[in-house]
């Protein structure tokens, strides 16, 4: 092959519709290479059954099915990006890569070396906004300074949006410039170490019902009434412009949670120590107790506070939890067990389908006290008034805790009023100047 061509790369956009970087890559003029890399430095550590690597590889699938009908295919590969491209350098005649742009620590420093890495090749590295309606650098204070409250993020954040065009790419009648090749057969997950599991992962589709009702059903778990799209948006099988244009039509406080989303987002990429510490330093002074023997309890739900439990049972079944329920479940592991976010964090990102570091970090941090913007260390959930609430009639309880109700059910293993305390003089003790 002589003619020179351009890659792109796929990472957290497995979508040709509305994908920037994809859009931008078809219309430079030049041939287009998709390629997807599986990179050990990402999949190293996870269990062999992550469905999370399953839902990307079945999404890889979905997208070389569409390919073949224009004679191309993704080119998928299992290995760090450097050589991943280095390989690539020497088969092609390559013009520019391509890709959209990801804020998290690593791949910021990912990125920082494929770009130097290029660059002493002679190969551009062009990268675009597409996983985020606004970047950390463009809802900022007067002063420059990046928001730390979320109300006058969040009402900056419209602002910005209702004074400007929204802008969607049109990738379909670009279609004809993706390099025309046969490409090999697609890796299985088995061929990385991984388990090929039977899952049904939550459509697509942006359901005008679950938004429209979303302000009234958003906090009873035990109703079906969330449209589960975190997932698509964290691997980008979704358009967040979609999403941005579904939330001003139907609800403004389901468009609320994406602005939560890229809240959350622009204090990983602006204060990058949360990712392992306190947002604010003097919750790092909280004297955690590890009881290894009640963090257990608290992950196999079995704690003997029902919500927590069906939270926690519901999590590890499905990879799933309802919002209203992580709150709870947060609060109970960090005040009640007094047992360090960074566990109960790290839990969740090994089990959540939806898991978005930037996310969940926040929420956590927000769950401890210990956040920008978060509940103050004195707000502790009493789970059993949140139970009596949000599940009066125990639907969710009883759909995940089948022994609920019965002597087989366990005891609480704290008690709520002497939990409390204890939490309130670990926190103060901390937090005294």
């Known amino acids: 092959m002589h003619e020179t061509i351009n890659l792109f790369w796929f990472r957290r956009d497995l979508r040709l519709h509305d994908n920037h970087g994809l859009y931008e890559a078809l219309i430079s003029g030049r041939k287009v290479l998709p390629v997807f890399i599986f990179d050990p430095d990402i999949l190293n550590g996870l269990p062999a059954d992550d469905l999370r690597v399953n839902f990307i590889w079945k999404s890889l699938k979905a997208l070389n099915d569409k ?30 890569v391509f890709t959209n742009r990801d804020y998290e620590p690593s791949a910021i420093r990912r990125d920082a070396e494929v770009e130097l890495m290029l660059s002493a090749s002679g190969i551009s590295f062009r990268s675009f906004k597409d996983q985020v309606m606004f970047e950390h650098l463009e809802i900022v204070k007067p002063d420059g300074k990046p928001y730390v409250v979320f109300t006058p993020y969040g009402r900056r954040w419209l602002e910005k949006l209702n004074s400007e065009p929204l802008i969607q790419y049109n990738t379909a009648p670009h279609f004809h410039r993706f390099l025309n090749y046969d490409a090999p057969e697609m890796p299985e997950v088995e061929d990385f170490g991984f388990i090929k599991r039977r899952f049904d992962f939550p459509e697509t589709t942006l359901s005008e019902e679950k938004i429209t009702a979303y302000a009234e ?119 009640h067990l007094l047992t360090d976010w960074r566990l109960g964090e790290a839990w969740f990102a090994e089990k959540l389908l939806d898991f978005e570091l930037s996310s969940n970090n926040g929420n956590w941090q927000w769950a401890a006290g210990s956040g920008c913007d978060a509940a103050p260390y004195f707000r502790i959930f009493n789970p059993s008034e949140q139970a009596r609430k949000f599940d009066p009639q125990a639907v969710y309880i009883r759909k995940w805790v089948p022994g609920y109700g019965t002597t087989a059910y366990p005891r609480p293993i704290v008690d709520h009023t002497a939990a409390r305390q204890r939490c309130l003089a670990a926190y103060s003790a901390a937090l005294r100047p």
Not at 80 to 92: I, K, W
Not at 254 to 272: G, S, V
Request: hydrophobic share 40%; net charge positive; with cysteine.
């Open 67 to 96: 390919l073949g009908a224009h004679a191309s295919a993704i080119s998928v590969f299992y290995g760090r990006p450097r050589e991943v491209f280095a390989l690539l350098a020497s088969r092609y005649p390559i013009s520019t």
């Open 217 to 335: 059903t958003r906090n009873i778990p035990g109703l079906d009434s969330t449209t589960r799209i975190g997932l698509h948006l964290r691997f980008g099988t979704v358009s967040v412009r979609d999403c941005v244009i579904a939330g001003r039509k139907y609800s403004a406080a389901w468009l609320n949670e994406l602005i939560w989303r890229e809240f959350f987002m622009q204090i990983l990429a602006n204060f990058p120590h949360v990712e392992s510490h306190a947002f604010k330093p003097e919750y790092d002074r909280i004297q955690w107790q590890q009881g290894e023997e009640f963090f257990d309890r608290w992950r196999e739900g079995k704690t003997g506070y029902p919500l927590v439990d069906a939270g926690m049972r519901e999590l590890s079944e499905t990879g799933f939890m309802h919002n209203r329920v992580r709150m709870v479940t947060a609060s109970f592991l960090t005040k």
